[in-house]
Every structure is written in structure tokens, then in C-alpha cells.
């Protein structure tokens, strides 16, 4: 089974979620999946030793000087302007390329052959009670979703998987959640939150995946999310209040389930709820 | 030879748009028949690398020189590759950012002036 969790705007506590989540999983395998590629966090709150490294390429087009001869056709296939003839010389920009193929595959004179380029890379960790698996996307490169996709791919088939998504609601969140069993949305309830969550809603609502709510930082003013999920059917799996001990052991890089084992039980409850919602 | 302006508007009168991947249009100018052109920039409207597919165009239409306000680093790399000469410094209305560069008051760009994506 994949769990995603995701949430919007950012600095909710997915990575709270993720990882207490993971850690209070009884009697199953379990693998905790950081698929926030661009800042990976969950490795802070855990000591391992490395498995394994992956490095994750994507293809980028490689112009052969000789056997091109100007007709243009890359130039008018790519639809990013990341290969341009210019004065019979051809011209890539690697950065605007998408890995599309449409100049390798269209050229008549077969000039153009892909080129394998490193974007990241995927690194395994034990960490005791289970396998920390982290994406990490390589600084200057700016397209995620291969990375996040070779993390995914490194699911337990037979296991819990926790995948802990970036904020937002675009390219790299969708990636995350797509085929994943149930995607928790973390939230806050504040204005920003809200409005953030309803994105996220929609975004996992086009994906149909089932989702439920986790509200951190709990209060009074809950009552506009409550409302939200609510109306638009969504259940509440829990609540996590706004507690100064809960950001200490959060600060000090210290999961929730190992300073209070209270927690343990409440996370849990939550992976219960979550596997029922799975089966309903 | 062509020159070409970065313009707001389709006549010598208009104003100079200092972007060069995002001007509305181009004022051409032959200097062999002393026709001016104006042609409009569908490049503005990619999503990216519009400095690019401008170059291109101007390449395509046998640009010599292009006068601007600023350009990035991926439309000069293309423009150079192109062996279009890039002058910088633009402003007023086109004819007197043509009349500056006749002048000789602009001066030739060796590396870009502004940053990636500065256009948008």
C-alpha cells in the first residue's frame, strides 16, 4: 500500500506526519519515501546506514555536427525553443528541454541522439526499524518528477509506504500522489492553509485518489476547516494541537512517537482509519 | 543590410519596448532601400525560451544588427550564433534609438545585460 501526504501550502507538517506515521505502523514492513526531491527532510529525524544509491538521468538531445544538415525540423518539433538552427549551426538549451524526444525521433537525418543527463539521485537508508528512501534533486536541475518517480519505484510491493510529497498543488505534488492508495492532506487552520487545502482537494480530487484531513496545529479557529471538510465530504483523521512540547521535540529533530509514546497510539489510530477509508 | 528594432508599436514613431524575447514587434530597417518593416514577434508568446525563438526569427528574415534595451543570456548565445550583432541601450521612439546607433551612441553588446527570464 502507498500513503502520500501532501498539503498545499507548505510548512503544514507533512514531514510530522510522515514520519511519526511510519514509525507507528505495527506488524507490516514499512518504508518511509521522501519525495519533496528539491528540500528532503525526513533523513533529520532518523540515524541509518546507507543501502544503496541510484542516479536518476534524463534524456537531453546531443546534436551530431556531421551528419546535420540544417534542415530545421528540431527547431520547429520542440515546442520549449530548447534547440534552435541558426546560421546552419544548431543551438540546445538544456534547461528549457523537456525530454519530450520529438527532435531524436523527428530528425530526417538522424543527427540528434538523446543524451543520458544526471538530475538526482535516490539513496536508500536503513534506519533501524525501517528503509528511509530519499529523492534528492541536483542543484541547477529544475525537473522533478523523474526523481520523484524513480523514488516511488522503489515501493515495497508487499508493505506500507509512506510518501512524504512537496507543498503545492502542481507538476511535482501530482507525480507524488498519483497512484498511491490514499493521500493524507496536512493542514493548518489558518486562512493560508484553507486556501491551500482547497487546491490540494481538487488536485487529488482529479487524480481519484481518496483523501483525508489531518489538522496540525489545532485550535479555535479549526472550526473554517471543519467546515470546509464538511461541505465537501472529506473526512477529519486527526488533530494535532497547537502544543509548544510538540515543537520542542519537532525543533530538536526528535520524532513525536519516541518522546511520548502517547503518540504512538494517536498515530496508529490514524493508520487504522486511513487502511478502513483504503477498504470502504 | 537589416536592421531590426525592438519596438512597442508598427511604425518609427513607436516606442522602443527594451525587451528584446517580449517586444510586441520589430521595426526593420533596410538600409539598402531605406524601407522600414514591421513585423510581429510571435515569439513573445512562448512559454519559455522566447529570447530564442526571437533570434531565430530574425535570423530567418536576414537581420544583421538588432537594437535593444536588454538581452539575456540564451537570446545572445543564439543571436551570436546567428552572427547578429546586438546593441543595447535603446530607448525613445525606434527612429531615435536608429539615429543614436547611426550615430555611433549605442554600444555592441559582448555578453548578456540582463538575466535569464528578466523579460517576463
Known sequence: ?280 | MKIAISSQGDSTHSQVNPRLGRCEKFIIYDTDTGKNTAVDNGGRLSSGGAGIATARMLADLGVNVVITGFVGPKAFAALKTAGIKVYTGAQGTVEESLQLYQQNKLEEAQSANAGAHSGI
Open chain 1, 1 to 280: 500500500m502507498q500513503i502520500s501526504i501532501a498539503s498545499g501550502k507548505g510548512g503544514t507538517g507533512k514531514t510530522l506526519v510522515a514520519t511519526n506515521l511510519a514509525l507507528s505502523i505495527p506488524d507490516q514492513p514499512v518504508q518511509l519515501m521522501d519525495c519533496d526531491v528539491e528540500e528532503p527532510n525526513a533523513h533529520i529525524f532518523f540515524q541509518g546506514q546507507p543501502v544503496s544509491r541510484i542516479t536518476v538521468t534524463r534524456p537531453v538531445p546531443k546534436v551530431d555536427a556531421e551528419k546535420c544538415r540544417h534542415c530545421g525540423t528540431c527547431s520547429e518539433v520542440c515546442a520549449f525553443n530548447a534547440i534552435a538552427l541558426l546560421d546552419k549551426m544548431v543551438l540546445t538549451f538544456d534547461d528549457l528541454c523537456h525530454s519530450c524526444g520529438a527532435c531524436w525521433y523527428l530528425c530526417p537525418h538522424k543527427a540528434i541522439e538523446p543524451l543520458e543527463k544526471e538530475i538526482g539521485t535516490v539513496e536508500k537508508t536503513d534506519v533501524g526499524d525501517m528503509v528511509l528512501v530519499t529523492g534528492k534533486l541536483k542543484i541547477g536541475s529544475h525537473i522533478s518528477p523523474p526523481v520523484i518517480k524513480k523514488v516511488k519505484e522503489q515501493s515495497l510491493p508487499e508493505g506500507i509506504n509512506i510518501i512524504d510529497g512537496p507543498p503545492g498543488s502542481s507538476c511535482p505534488v501530482m507525480e507524488t500522489v498519483e497512484g498511491t492508495d490514499y493521500c493524507v492532506l496536512v493542514t493548518e487552520p489558518t486562512p493560508f492553509g484553507l486556501n491551500d487545502l482547497t487546491l490540494a482537494v481538487k488536485m487529488v480530487k482529479t487524480l481519484g485518489v481518496p483523501c483525508g484531513v489531518v489538522i496540525n496545529r489545532d485550535g479555535p479557529d479549526s472550526v473554517m476547516v471543519e467546515e470546509f471538510c464538511r461541505d465537501n465530504n472529506i473526512k477529519i483523521l486527526m488533530r494535532i494541537p497547537l502544543d509548544v512540547g510538540i515543537a520542542e521535540s519537532y525543533a530538536q529533530g526528535i520524532p513525536l512517537v519516541k518522546e511520548n509514546p502517547a503518540w504512538k497510539e494517536r498515530f496508529e489510530k490514524l493508520y487504522r482509519s486511513i487502511v478502513e477509508e483504503v477498504q470502504a
